[in-house]
């Protein structure tokens, strides 16, 4: 059995995709509080209080701009590890890809009534192409694949579901890559109940 949630929006405002994916890198004392400007880094807290994660997140991307527009999509699966000095108790975190993704609009828009958080101007995107994601050494038919994708590519929505492995913190990073002004998506987390 898989336990969901609702969806909600990844960023409080659509990011401005007119800049590259930022380089990869170590970082001290990660944050895991999204801002409520265009430009935050979009970082959403994967564990709860009992130190339990959610197996998967569910992606539904979205943006402003045209019809076939397209951007890039990456999700980190931010890990931490401890320090050697036991009196720093700053986490030095790495960043792990879970998921590379071109993401391309579709005309499938949100409603017109503007108390949503969604509106007639964000476009969903209908085709997800998986660019990189972690493989796994043996290649069999029963095994979890990283990512499942639902690219319909007829103007509906699609949905990327990519597992966490474990990941304390999850970033969304975004990039132009046609025209495309803005970026988001709507997200929830996954739990699968059968262990």
């Known amino acids: 059995m898989t336990l969901g949630r ?9 990011r401005d995709a007119s800049e590259a994916l930022p380089a990869l890198t170590t970082e001290i004392d990660l944050l895991p509080l999204p801002g ?9 807290l994967a564990g709860d209080v009992q130190g339990c994660g959610p197996d998967a997140i ?13 951007y890039l999509m990456r999700v980190i699966g931010w890990r931490r590890m401890v320090p050697l000095n036991t009196s720093d108790h700053r986490g030095l975190w790495v960043p ?9 609009l579709s005309a499938f828009v949100g409603p017109s009534q503007s108390n949503f958080p969604l509106v007639s101007t964000d476009r969903f995107a209908d085709t997800l192409s998986v660019t990189s994601q972690p ?16 690219s319909p590519a007829n103007d509906t929505p699609g949905w990327i579901l990519v597992r966490t492995f474990g990941a304390e913190l999850v970033e969304i990073q975004t990039a132009d890559n046609t025209t495309t002004p803005t970026t988001n998506a709507i997200y929830n987390w996954e739990y699968d109940d059968d262990e």
């Open 6 to 14: 609702p969806m909600r929006k990844a960023r409080t405002t659509n």
């Open 36 to 44: 409520s400007t265009s430009t935050e880094r979009c970082i959403l």
């Open 58 to 70: 569910r992606l539904m991307p979205f943006g402003g701009g045209s019809d076939d527009d397209s």
């Open 96 to 104: 792990p890809v879970l998921a590379g993704i071109t993401v391309t």
């Open 135 to 150: 493989v796994h050494s043996i290649t069999t038919t029963n095994y979890d694949a990283a990512s499942f994708v639902y």
